[in-house]
């Protein structure tokens, strides 16, 4: 089945630690996108990807980092210079050959802190 | 930066009973899109909305894009147990058709008792 993979479901870091959350993709979709959701708040952009080897910082982007070496991944590090990274993050993808395609979701990450 | 207004906050109703939320925005969109979160889980795609006016209904769901652009509302009938869940209105605006990016609203926590 065609989807959105992240994993883990559940991450725990140590204080000064770098973790890597993984979010695949086969549907072929051309962008990517990093939410940050916090209890009682909307999706925050982090990060979004229109293409492979390319990528852009959304509204929270201090203290996170991507990269999108392939079409189909596009892991998110969250460094030791975010200081509140306890948060649900969600990978979304969408298809670019109609601009307004909707975007659709993995199931997330829950990352909390030692 | 854009922002949008979901309401209410939160709902507590009896089975049967239906349901309106919305959303409003201080600027225009081309996109209205209202997703269903699920415990732990990501947003699922519930309605897309892509032009003014537009009335949509899928199943006991109808969602409608507003005249003036600036807003949109999710209405649920019949309700039952399983309707349960955090309900996300997100737009987009004309200057992010290339990008495909999305503002959310905060959700509107929907609690059903049998």
């Known amino acids: 089945d065609g989807g959105i993979t992240q994993s883990p479901k559940y991450l725990f870091r140590k204080e000064g630690q770098n973790v890597t959350l993984s979010c695949e993709q086969n549907l072929n979709h051309d962008a990517m996108y990093w939410y940050r959701q916090d209890p009682g708040q909307g999706l925050r952009l982090i990060y979004y990807s229109q293409i492979v080897n390319d990528f852009q910082k959304g509204d929270i982007a201090e203290g996170y980092s991507v990269s999108r070496e392939k079409k189909e991944s596009f892991p998110l590090t969250v460094t030791s210079a975010q200081k509140n990274p306890t948060a649900f993050y969600l990978c979304a993808s969408s298809a670019r050959d109609r601009v307004n395609q909707p975007q659709h979701f993995g199931d997330g990450t829950r990352l909390s802190i030692l | 930066g854009q922002q949008l207004n979901q309401s209410p906050q939160s709902m507590f109703i009896q089975e049967g009973e239906d349901v309106s939320m919305n959303c409003t925005s201080s600027s225009i969109f081309n996109t209205w899109l209202w997703y269903k979160q699920d415990p732990g889980e990501g947003p699922v795609l519930l309605i897309a909305?892509?032009?003014?006016?537009e009335l949509t209904s899928n199943g006991r769901l109808t969602a409608q894009f507003g005249i003036t652009r600036k807003d949109s509302f999710l209405n649920i009938s019949a309700s039952i147990p399983s309707d349960v869940g955090i309900y996300f209105c997100?737009?987009?605006?004309?200057?992010?058709?290339?990008?495909?990016?999305?503002?959310f609203g905060q959700g509107t926590t929907l609690q059903v008792k049998p």
């Open positions: 909305l892509y032009k003014a006016g």
């Open positions: 997100a737009g987009r605006d004309p200057g992010s058709s290339n990008t495909g990016k999305l503002i």
